[in-house]
């Protein structure tokens, strides 16, 4: 479960620059469910997704992950309950290191315990299971170096690597919006399959309206910092991408330009 209350980010507070991002946001993400995330540039995305991870300083408001307030928590005190997948594929992966030290370091996420516990032969086993999951044959090639793979078979041993420590929350930030279509489809299958078997709490950021209906069973709409639309149950059931559009117009009295949202 996310509980975001009443959250505000400013960057460059006090200064010339100052650009207020988040403005009052609340948001309730039940346990399990799967939130996609849609707005024009800019409009806070990502930010909301760094206010859950603790990357992104607030200046006020709380967060609250499983129950518990982590407001005041540090990054790696959160990773064990959330992990994002950025939409770069090179982001959540180190290319020198072989694919079993990548998956390694996912598997200790948030953990005290050693390296060597990591890499044991049991853990192995583990990890080939999970990869073999992708059926790209790379729980034969666990030794490879990671930055052999392409963009898109590394977003997706990204993605099976963010499962691996055990948390229950995935953050998702464009994670398919790098990819050609073929593997972004690819991508999207997999995301479905993994939140489906884990039974994963997701908030999926897209530009892709026909993602944010397709995945996933409710979606927000945000604009300026603020939600501006929240669908769910029958309402998005029957809901296209234009009828997204002419719901944003609606609630923000203004025509939304093309160029802020994918139409596919
Ligand atoms: N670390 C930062 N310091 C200063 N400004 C920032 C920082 N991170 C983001 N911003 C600004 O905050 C605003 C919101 O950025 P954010 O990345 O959350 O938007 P977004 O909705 O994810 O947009 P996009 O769809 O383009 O990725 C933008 O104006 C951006 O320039």
Not at 141 to 147: E, F, H, K, N, V
Not at 167 to 180: G, R
Request: charged share 20%.
């Amino acid at each position: 479960m996310v509980e975001l209350n009443n959250i505000n980010v400013i960057f460059n507070r006090g200064t010339i620059l100052e650009n207020p991002v988040l403005k009052g946001v609340s948001l309730l993400v039940e346990q399990g469910q799967f939130l996609t995330v849609i707005g024009s540039n800019g409009a806070g995305k990502s930010t909301l997704l760094g206010a859950v991870t603790g990357e992104t300083p607030i200046i006020q408001g709380n967060v609250v992950l499983n129950g518990l307030d982590v407001t005041k928590q540090e990054v790696h005190q959160r990773a064990r309950q959330c992990a994002r997948v950025f939409q770069d594929p090179l982001a959540g992966t180190c290319a020198e290191l072989s694919i079993e030290e990548n998956m390694a370091l996912a598997y200790m996420r948030g953990k005290k315990r050693g390296w060597a516990s990591a890499l044991s032969s049991q853990r192995r086993k583990i990890f080939q299971e999970r990869i073999s999951i992708l059926g790209l044959g790379l729980e034969d090639r666990l030794g490879d170096s990671i930055g052999l793979l392409s963009g898109g078979q590394r977003q997706a041993v990204s993605l099976v690597m963010a499962t691996l420590a055990g948390s229950k929350i995935l953050l998702l930030d464009e994670h398919t919006a790098a990819l050609d279509p073929r593997m972004a489809m690819f991508v999207i299958e997999l995301t479905k399959t993994l939140v489906s078997e884990f039974q994963l709490t997701v908030i999926m950021v897209t530009h892709s309206m026909k993602d944010a209906l397709a995945c996933g069973d409710r979606t927000v709409m945000m604009h300026q910092g603020e939600i501006v639309l929240d669908v769910s149950g029958e309402q998005r059931a029957n809901l296209q991408v234009t009828d997204l559009l002419d719901m944003f117009s609606h609630v923000k009295g203004e025509e939304l330009s093309d160029d802020g949202l994918l139409l596919n």
